[in-house]
């Protein structure tokens, strides 16, 4: 158990090392690989949404996705099963990236923000705790979506196949792949690289079970501090690098895609932590399961991709101005959902 611990460390400190870096190679600042902002520039770049600021294929997510999977492959973890509410948990994905768009991050970026001496990075993981701790509630009261059956292999293989395809997307640059010439989108490092960070995130997540949620859920539902370690480890990582680099910038005012309406902040990640926790996990983990065989994980990334695409075309999602015409509604109407999910499919319901 010691040597998974320290294992959980390492992996969480080169993941955050790795994520810091990517931001003086090109990427955005403070996001270095944000999971859920990464899956909306991919949304965008399939012309799902047609906010032109957030279009880009990004191949970290295909190389997390790829390296879990030769990973799950060659430690024989990869395993086919699904069918265990997929609807459900579709609508859970799309309102957890409603609820990361408000905030305009993952439970990932709000560590890498707050590394980088983003103060609303503590509001949002405030948010994400909360959340997590509601869903507890729910756990306690034998919130479950039912068990997932095997199926056949070949099933398993249409997540890492998509990815492949988006991978070949990338390379060839198509005509009908959108991509953005100012905003976050138009950040990004070299392909070669981005897709080899990605494949070495992917193979530590899915040795690790890395979960940006999944973390604090155990902390406080088991006192289990393995996965929280590898949070830790991760903000630490992102720290040092950030130090060495001179950009950490201290304060809530004038942060790199970020805004100050604090409430709005909690209330999102708070959404996020919620549907992540009823999940299962965080979309870095929902990746990496979908890797594996995990079909009602892939359905979640469709969720998540949904989610990014009603965002931007409905003016859900929030800008360094501030939050969307209509985020303060979504964001009400996703609390009120999940809840309802985790109160009416418990045991005790």
């Known amino acids: 158990m010691r040597n998974l611990r320290i294992f959980m460390i390492v992996a969480g400190f080169v993941v955050g090392v790795l994520a810091a870096l990517m931001t003086i190679f ?164 070299a392909l070669g690289l981005s897709l080899v960070v990605g494949l070495i995130i992917g193979v530590l997540a899915q040795r690790t079970r890395m979960c940006f949620v999944g973390g604090w859920r155990d902390l406080f539902l088991v006192k289990d501090t393995y996965l929280f370690s590898g949070i830790a480890a991760c903000f630490v990582g992102a720290l040092i690098v950030n130090l060495v680099a001179g950009s950490v910038k201290v304060g809530f005012v004038d942060q790199p895609v970020a805004h100050t309406m604090h409430l709005w902040n909690f209330l999102g990640m708070f959404l996020a932590g919620l549907t992540a926790t009823l999940l299962g996990g965080c979309p870095l983990r929902q990746t990496i399961l979908a890797s594996e065989g995990d079909t009602d994980a892939g359905i979640t990334i469709l969720g998540l991709i949904a989610g990014a695409a009603v965002s931007h075309n409905f003016l859900l999602a929030s800008s360094a101005k501030g939050i969307g015409v209509f985020s303060a509604t979504a964001v009400i109407i996703g609390i009120i959902f999940t809840c309802s999910i985790g109160f009416f499919m418990s045991e005790e319901a």
């Open 26 to 189: 090109g990427n955005p600042a403070n996001m270095g690989v944000c999971v859920a902002c990464f899956y909306r520039d991919i949304t965008g770049a399939l012309g799902f949404h047609r906010a032109e600021v957030v279009q880009y294929l990004r191949p970290e997510i295909m190389g997390i996705a790829l390296g879990a999977f030769i990973s799950a492959l060659l430690f024989r973890d990869y395993r086919v099963r699904g069918g265990s509410n997929s609807l459900i948990r579709f609508f859970l994905g799309m309102f957890f990236m409603i609820g990361a768009l408000v905030f305009l991050g993952c439970p990932v970026r709000a560590i890498l923000r707050l590394a980088g001496g983003d103060l609303n990075g503590i509001t949002g993981l405030l948010g994400v705790v909360v959340g997590a701790v509601i869903g507890i509630y729910f756990l306690k009261r034998g919130f479950n979506l039912g068990r997932a059956t095997s199926s056949k292999k070949a099933v398993g293989l249409l997540m890492p196949l998509m990815m492949l395809g988006l991978l070949l997307f990338a390379i060839g640059n198509p005509r009908f792949i959108f991509s953005s010439t100012q905003g976050p989108g138009s950040m990004y490092a």
